[in-house]
């Protein structure tokens, strides 16, 4: 082979071992993209096509286009409404427990960072974030039974009469909300603990020598610190609690009445009750795009206060 020869088959020969490179590292992508697409792309797809349907999950094959009829009668629903009402009622009942208990445990846990009994009770306080919602439902079921459950004994050895917790409409939603904010308070107080620890000690320093009082430090220094986490742990809250399903199927499935009945409990009972995968379909995709419009907001939302 002569020079002019060799200079040439080079230069191709290290483009081949390039494109082969690139066609290797494609491979390894090859399962994550097909994951992606059978387990997320595809079935959101499916879910906006039956959206605009009208169909049933036994006849699918009679299925007729009907547009944006199925979320236009979402919105003159009753029961819909009324589910999104008591999602929206958790969802900041819910964030606000967790807020509030999760600082002031931040802050004891702040000052017990230093001390062996502080990482013993740091690590038992994320417990229940370990156990899965299911079980979660079936605790806090049986210890609300209204028979044999302990909470209504120990109301009974103070003189208080039993309550119904899952049974009266009155307080269904709250006995819900106090089982959701249990579970995910150490979440939120990981993140302030977290945010707290991120302080320089010389600002503590400071207010000790200005003489500043606990709430004075809490106000000027320590809130606006945490209070870019604070807003990602929120967005991050309001998109699990607009997916909460498990603790309300274990413990009062939409009942009594409508009066727990939330955005997920709906589509689950439209598609698989009543077997209207359009309608529930409609449902669904208005609960994703709630989600984004919101975590949008919430974005924009902390940017600004970045910026400022």
Excluded at 83 to 108: P, Q, Y
Aim: glycine content about 6%; charged content about 15%.
């Amino acid at each position: 082979m002569s020079a002019s020869e060799t200079a040439i088959a080079r230069p191709a020969s290290r483009r081949l071992a390039r494109s082969k490179e690139r066609m290797e590292r494609l491979m390894f992508l090859v399962p994550a993209g097909v994951y992606l697409v059978a387990l997320t792309i595809f079935p959101f797809v499916y879910s906006v096509y039956l959206s605009l349907h009208q169909a049933k999950l036994t006849k699918l094959h009679r299925m007729r286009f009907i547009g944006f009829d199925n979320y236009a009668e979402l919105f003159t629903d009753s029961l819909f409404l009324d589910a999104c009402r008591n999602i929206a009622v958790l969802t900041v009942s819910s964030i606000t427990v967790e807020i509030l208990i999760g600082f002031f445990a931040a802050k004891v846990f702040f000052s017990l960072r230093e001390t062996r009994v502080g990482a013993v009770l740091r690590s038992a306080s994320i417990v229940p974030m370990m156990i899965t919602p299911i079980c979660i439902g079936l605790i806090f079921s049986y210890i609300f039974n209204p028979n044999l459950g302990i909470a209504n004994f120990l109301l009974g050895e103070i003189g208080i009469s039993p309550l119904g917790w899952f049974s009266d409409p009155s307080l269904a939603l709250a006995t819900v909300i106090l089982i959701n904010s249990w579970q995910w308070t150490p979440f939120m107080m990981l993140l302030m603990l977290a945010g707290l620890m991120s302080i320089p000690a010389e600002q503590y320093e400071a207010a000790e020598i200005e003489g500043a009082k606990w709430y004075h430090i809490a106000a000027w220094i320590e809130i606006p610190a945490i209070r870019g986490i604070v807003l990602v742990g929120i967005i991050l809250r309001v998109i699990d609690n607009l997916r909460l399903f498990d603790i309300v199927y274990v413990t009062t499935r939409g009942g009594p009445g409508s009066s727990t009945e939330i955005v997920t409990f709906f589509a689950y009972k439209q598609d698989f009750q009543y077997f209207q995968v359009g309608y529930g379909s409609a449902a669904a995709v208005v609960i994703l795009f709630a989600s984004v419009i919101i975590t949008a907001i919430t974005v924009k939302y902390l940017r600004s206060a970045e910026d400022d």
